[in-house]
């Protein structure tokens, strides 16, 4: 099996260095974008939107150029275990999704998408091994035409400098920043010693 030019093994190594480890979800994330890639012309630019925030936006990002960063991939968060790549003049393009009718003939690739188990209990294993040997044929796929003024990036005005805490904001947001009108998720205190600290160990959401 391959996942773009790589390699299944090949792309889980990639997986494991940017996502941190070999999540399932990356990886039928992987085959999900090669499915969309062999759907569409070789030649041309195409942006990406992902339908959910977990694991698939790094698949998109490990197989094409796209990413949150350089803005061609689109997270909508609606939940869906989905991808489209568009064509990004014309928004035609190719959206992939996991089928819940095909998916029911893998038994562990359908607890792990209605997380009928929790995640202790999941077998990776045996999850992983399904992913094999199910491939693309979990996924639906259709053509779409996505609205790109649904998706456009609104100017937020100059920048200028906020009075309160001297960084700098879009103007359009305000006589202060977000951040100082209270949308800030945390608490700024002394400079606290943070070596030595990591992620090992934690839980994830994937
Ligand atoms: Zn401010």
């Known amino acids: 099996m391959n996942?773009?030019?790589?390699?299944?093994e090949e792309f889980i190594e990639r997986v494991q260095s940017l996502h941190g480890f070999a999540a399932p979800g990356v990886v039928i994330g992987g085959l999900m974008v090669d499915l969309a890639k062999q759907h569409l012309p070789e030649e041309g630019l195409f942006n990406a939107v992902s339908e959910t925030a977990k694991c698939l936006p790094d698949a998109i990002q490990l197989l094409t150029s796209c990413t949150v960063g350089n803005g061609w991939l689109t997270v909508i968060n609606i939940g869906r275990y989905a991808l489209t790549l568009y064509e990004k003049s014309s928004g035609g393009g190719i959206r992939v999704f996991l089928d819940p009718a095909k998916v029911e003939a893998w038994p562990e690739i359908k607890n792990w998408l209605f997380k009928l188990k929790?995640?202790?209990?999941?077998?990776?294993?045996?999850?992983?091994?399904?992913?094999?040997?199910?491939?693309?044929?979990i996924c639906g796929i259709q053509h779409v035409t996505v609205a790109l003024h649904l998706l456009e990036k609104k100017h937020r005005g100059d920048i200028?400098?906020?009075p309160r805490c001297n960084e700098a904001y879009p103007?359009?947001?305000?006589?202060?920043?977000l951040a100082c009108q209270g949308e800030y998720?945390?608490?700024?205190?002394?400079?606290?010693?943070?070596?030595g600290a990591s992620h090992a160990g934690e839980e994830s959401s994937c």
Do not use: F
Not at 3 to 8: D, E, G, K
Not at 126 to 136: D, N, P, R, V
């Open 118 to 137: 929790p995640k202790k209990e999941q077998n990776l294993e045996l999850l992983m091994k399904q992913i094999k040997e199910a491939g693309a044929r």
């Open 160 to 162: 200028v400098q906020c």
């Open 3 to 8: 996942i773009c030019s790589y390699t299944l």
């Open 185 to 195: 998720p945390y608490i700024v205190s002394e400079i606290p010693d943070i070596r």
């Open 171 to 177: 103007g359009d947001d305000g006589e202060i920043c």
